[in-house]
């Protein structure tokens, strides 16, 4: 375990500072590729929202101080000359904590206008004395209580349309000040301290320790990311609110503030061996909006459910992951709940998205796949793809074991059945004997691509035929750079740098691919990939993806099933080199420029 008793230190420019269950954090990234040069506390109720600024003041002159941000798990701090001083800390989900000493700090709203329907409206309430403002955009009111030192200034108290509105709190005699910042929806008792700012602070550190030696009790210096994975999940954990029916890890607690409907499985997964409660939880999050028709919504957030589109089936393979990786079973009346929404998920397949007289279901835009734009869909976005048909098989046999474990063998029979049907049918209409194609699903010439996606029924395991499955990877290891698995072929003319699903690395495909080449036998090849990867997020963090050729993590930088896949890699190899099954790899040096993938058959 880490040495390190405060936790791993980060930079807020790309982890958002916050604590396990709340909505809010501390950060300078205010939405997609906007970044202020103050902190900010931004809150993820009704969308992402900067509420209000956090800027650090020299009392004596009332500027902007030149201050250095440093934050670990349970402490963000500004340091300025002289060793002034500004410290942050969460005492519970919904307040932070802030002492100063030789800097004052300026608080105020971000929002320059306030109109009756938007803007931020701010007032000193008569009741406690606390400084309140009231957010349109959140909902919600943000109560600071000066807990020592004094109001310097206050501007904007009770005004309307545009001007500045907010307070600088400063020290008295000594420098030193305290305040506490609350987010609550309408009213509460006045804020009372109940520990000190040193007790705040430590308990967080527990906090967070207690979480990580949960997930990660095997972490050491040869998973040296290991701790900051975790802090990544534990401080994007949300507790129930609004839509979010259980504690929810979300994808990020940046502008990714959803819960994505096959990014929760390997949320789930990770926590599994640890936290089985709130693996679970993930699991079954998206399960409590299934709808009517079987379908899983395409996401869910504090205030929106999305239906427009789907995501892949991947619910069996994952959940039959998760009962091997929990530490003690399942109860009947989980398995039973879970054997109904599985179904349920499955019959949405093969009835909402199978045309009349079809074997193979089809993706009605490549949203539905989880691979939104890759150049699978170039020839048509309603298509009959291989990974669906593969995920969908992996989901039927998951199905029948449970069938035949809940006591109904007809079903168990009629569901086995069903995924043998459609392998049959998968290598009859989109194996060539060389490649998996693709087709318009209204008909038409089948079609190859470059993606790593069509490359996914290798998540078959050793349901492929050997030959089959030797092609595959023959193809899959076309796509390894130095850093990992591009998910478009490097010498592609489709292939861009940061092209989302065109190129970059991405951590789910990594692990379906690994899981699948494992189970086929291709060993090498897996500790290969999982290795790469590992080696990836050591050096360049938990980015929702990467450029496969430089390492560069892109697009939000603080992605929770990047941070989980980590977790999930590195622990099942230390199991494996623990257990004596693990085949040793050569890392790529990092200091090397990358090598180009080998030419794929599929590429010439």
């Not at 020290?171 to 987010?183: F, L, Q, S």
């Not at 609110?241 to 503030?257: C, E, I, N, Q, Y």
């Not at 190129?503 to 990594?510: D, E, F, K, Q, V």
Request: glycine share 8%; proline share 7%.
């Amino acid at each position: 375990m880490t040495a390190d008793p405060t936790g791993p230190p980060f930079s807020v420019h790309d982890i958002p500072f916050s604590t396990h269950g709340a909505w809010f954090g501390i950060s300078p990234v205010l939405a997609e590729k906007t970044r202020a040069e103050d902190l900010h506390l931004v809150s993820h109720q009704n969308g992402m929202h900067a509420v209000l600024r956090l800027v650090p003041l020299d009392p004596a002159t009332g500027d902007r101080a030149e201050t250095r941000v440093e934050a670990t798990p349970g402490l963000l701090g500004w340091t300025g000359t002289d060793g002034r001083r500004i410290a942050l800390a969460y005492e519970s989900p919904d307040t932070v904590r802030v002492r100063g000493n030789g800097l004052s700090l300026c608080v105020t709203a971000v929002a320059a206008a306030l109109t009756p329907f938007s803007g931020t409206y701010f007032y000193r309430d008569p009741v406690d004395d606390a400084h309140v403002f009231t957010s349109y955009e959140t909902g919600r009111r943000y109560r600071i209580t000066v807990l020592s030192g004094t109001v310097a200034e206050v501007s904007g108290s009770q005004a309307l349309g545009t001007g500045d509105r907010g307070l600088t709190v400063t020290g008295r005699a000594d420098g030193a000040w305290e305040v506490a910042v609350e987010e609550l929806d309408s009213a509460r008792a006045p804020f009372r301290p109940s520990a000190a700012f040193g007790e705040v602070v430590e308990s967080a550190r527990r906090s967070f320790a207690a979480f990580a030696d949960t997930v990660a009790p095997w972490r050491s210096a040869a998973t040296p990311a290991a701790g900051l994975a975790a802090y990544v999940v534990w401080s994007a954990t949300v507790r129930p609110a609004g839509l979010v029916t259980r504690p929810a890890v979300l994808m990020s607690k940046h502008w990714m503030d959803k819960v994505w409907s096959w990014d929760h499985c390997f949320n789930a997964l990770a926590l599994a061996p640890g936290s089985p409660g709130l693996a679970w939880d993930q699991f079954s999050l998206p399960f409590d909006h299934q709808d009517d028709g079987g379908a899983l919504p395409d996401s869910v957030t504090h205030s929106e459910v999305l239906y427009n589109f789907v995501k892949p089936p991947i619910h069996g393979w994952a959940f039959g992951q998760l009962r091997r990786r929990l530490p003690e079973p399942l109860t009947p009346a989980q398995l039973a709940e879970a054997y109904d929404r599985l179904t349920r998920w499955t019959d949405f397949w093969l009835t909402a998205r199978r045309a009349p007289g079809a074997a193979l279901p089809h993706y009605q835009h490549g949203n539905d796949s989880g691979w939104d734009n890759a150049t699978t869909f170039d020839p048509g976005r309603l298509a009959v793809t291989a990974d669906l048909t593969a995920t969908l098989i992996l989901q039927l046999d998951e199905l029948a074991r449970l069938a035949a474990e809940l006591g109904f063998p007809d079903d168990a029979r009629r569901r086995t059945g069903t995924a043998d049907s459609l392998q049959a049918a998968l290598l009859d209409e989109l194996w060539d004997g060389e490649r998996f194609l693709s087709r318009p699903a209204h008909g038409g010439a089948p079609a190859q691509s470059a993606s790593l996606l069509d490359l996914m029924p290798i998540v078959l395991g050793d349901r492929l035929p050997p030959e089959i499955s030797e092609r595959l990877a023959e193809r899959i290891e076309a796509h390894l750079t130095a850093f990992g698995l591009a998910t478009e072929h490097p010498d592609s003319p489709h292939y861009e740098a940061d092209g989302y699903w065109r190129g970059p690395i991405w951590a789910p495909a990594t692990v379906l691919v690994e899981d699948g080449l494992r189970r086929a036998g291709h060993t090498r090849l897996a500790d290969e990939i999982s290795a790469r990867f590992r080696a990836l997020c050591e050096t360049s963090g938990f980015a929702e993806n990467f450029d496969a050729l430089t390492g560069r993590g892109l697009r939000d930088r603080a992605y929770t099933w990047t941070a989980s896949s980590y977790l999930l890699l590195a622990r099942d190899h230390l199991r494996r080199v623990d257990t004596g099954t693990g085949t040793t790899v050569a890392r790529p040096a990092r200091d090397h420029p990358p090598r180009r993938p080998a030419r794929g058959p599929a590429q010439r």
